[in-house]
């Protein structure tokens, strides 16, 4: 895996280097010296290790939000002394947030968090595939905000503002979707969790949409909300 490693602190940047043996690691101690290399040398990294606090005109997280501008996939993660920028590091869709020092096991388990979202974005797009009226569609997970179920016809609601129907179960569908994208929220609902903006008491937010939780699922709902948080934040 390549790995970049931006700090300022040169002993942390090292501690960091020698727990990844093994990997292809490139240390930066200037936000600006990584952006150059990826705009002029077109260098590309499997993973961004940023630290947060960096003594220069440019901090860690004004770094990530330059590096979404020309990688919106880039698997990134914060590296910080302090806990204050969960909220930040998650609006930029950081896949981790670690602590200095920084534990092996923790690191560890980001590597093998990355290779496996690296192996599925290499396989074949998820796709909902469905039958309408004798035509057979299909709309990728990604593009799908949540899905509703009234009267045996299932509501397909998209992140670009259609609504596709289709007679079914929801109980039927939510056997062959509901895994890592899509989650039971309500006897009558699912929902894409990676869509999901906020959830507050029992309620969920996505896009602008409301979505019901009812008592039966919040505790799986919330479980997999702060999953897309931070893994292990309560």
Known sequence: MRIAVCDDCFEDAIYLKTLLAGHEISLYS???????????KKAHYD???LDIYMNASMNG???????RKVDREAAICFVSTSDAFYREAYDLYAVQYLLKP???????????RVSEQTSKGQGKEQVLRFKWRGQIGAIPY???LYISSREHTIFIYCEDGTVQKYKGKLNE????????VFLRCHQSFLV??????NLSGNELTASGHRIPVSRRYYAEVKKRYQE???????
């Open 228 to 234: 897309m948080l931070f893994e292990e934040v309560d």
């Open 30 to 40: 200037k936000a600006d010296e990584l952006l150059a290399d990826i705009a002029d």
């Open 142 to 144: 990604n593009r799908i």
């Open 47 to 49: 993973l961004y290790l």
């Open 61 to 67: 997280i004004e770094l990530a939000k330059r590096l």
């Open 173 to 180: 569908l939510a056997l062959s979707v509901c895994g890592d």
């Open 192 to 197: 894409n969790i990676y869509q999901v903006d």
């Open 102 to 112: 920084v534990q092996e096991e923790a690191l560890r388990e980001l590597i093998e």
